[in-house]
């Protein structure tokens, strides 16, 4: 295995599955029965997910709500896909912990770096929720974060499309695939893969991401065997 200790970054808006807003149960289902593929094999499993099925908090404030409150509220919107992920990878027969970086002593372990490490080399899977725990912070920037506290190889960022591409490949036929490309590339070119301060974080800890599509069946296990498949974004 190319991997040994990955986190997997996923939107909300990849819970949708077709639907328009909400949890889609058989995405859900879908998702853990990767997840358990790769756990059988011994890697072992971080998870951050965002909140913009249920809200996201730029857009409250961008509605003239105060960005603080905003935030909050999308925090407690990953709890909510958090605890739904927990739910389908427990059906799955895979154990799991959901820490949070808000407390919430009746559904969640406080985050811990050395308990969510334990947990890990145990061969539970974490599911981080809560983001970074403070507002003006993404849930790519906690994604970052959380991959540099618990020293993971790679950080996975599982999306729609099969990598990073020159232009939005669904609006453009003629963008074309990165397989590979340094941080500083991406940089110079604009290319939207994390929003900055995630990016810069993963830079200077010598952090790579992989973007690839999730929603392919089997290509999570693809992507920890070392198979050529998605873009690299490295130093």
Partial sequence: MRYKRILLKLSGEALMGDRNYGI????LKEYAEDVKE?????????????????????SGASEGMDRVQADHMGMLATTINGLALQSALEDAGIYTRLQSAIEMHKIAEPFIRRRAIRHLEKGRVVIFAGGTGNPYFTTDTAATLRAIEIEADVILKGTRVDGVYTADPEKDVNA?????????????????IMDMTAFTLSEENKLPILVFDMNTRGNLLRVVKGENIGTLVHN
Avoid: C, H, M
């Fill in 24 to 27: 889609d149960p058989q995405r």
């Fill in 38 to 58: 790769i756990t059988e094999k011994g890697i072992e499993v971080a998870i951050v997910i965002g909140g913009g099925n249920i809200f996201r908090g730029v």
């Fill in 176 to 192: 074309v695939k990165y397989e590979s490309i340094s941080f500083r590339e991406a940089y110079e070119k604009g290319l939207n």
